[in-house]
Nanobody, 115 residues
Framework: QVQLVESGGGLVQPGGSLRLSCAAS????????MGWYRQAPGNQRELVAG???????NYADSVKGRFTISKDNAKNTVYLQMNSLKPEDTAVYYC?????????WGQGTQVTVSS
């Protein structure tokens, strides 16, 4: 499997922006389907955005038009650009890498949107 390390979380005011990064180990990054998930207290973990090995993307309805997922295969890194943040975006954000036979998770990074 693969080791994933997220970074970029923090405290931001409503309407602000953050960019999350997830660095993956190994040399097979380009074949993974990558995703960003989030989990708020008392809620189930939910998919925020995903990107396939071919660059196709999908988003949760709640973040469409505000969040953008991208990846840099040369740097083994996937990003989540989050704009127009809302208090309801507050959660721990997790990076996920998967292929048909396994799935790996990062340790998570806290995003807090509050004034």
């Amino acid at each position: 499997q693969v080791q994933l390390v997220e970074s970029g979380g923090g405290l931001v005011q409503p309407g602000g922006s953050l960019r999350l990064s997830c660095a993956a180990s190994g040399s097979l990054f380009s074949i993974y389907t990558m995703g960003w998930y989030r989990q708020a207290p008392g809620n189930q973990r939910e998919l925020v955005a995903g990107i396939t090995r071919f660059g196709s993307t999908n988003y949760a309805d709640s973040v469409k038009g505000r969040f953008t997922i991208s990846k840099d295969n040369a740097k083994n890194t996937v990003y989540l650009q989050m704009n127009s943040l809302k208090p309801e975006d507050t959660a721990v954000y997790y990076c996920n890498a998967r292929v048909p036979t396994w799935s790996s998770w990062g340790q998570g990074t806290q995003v807090t949107v509050s004034s």
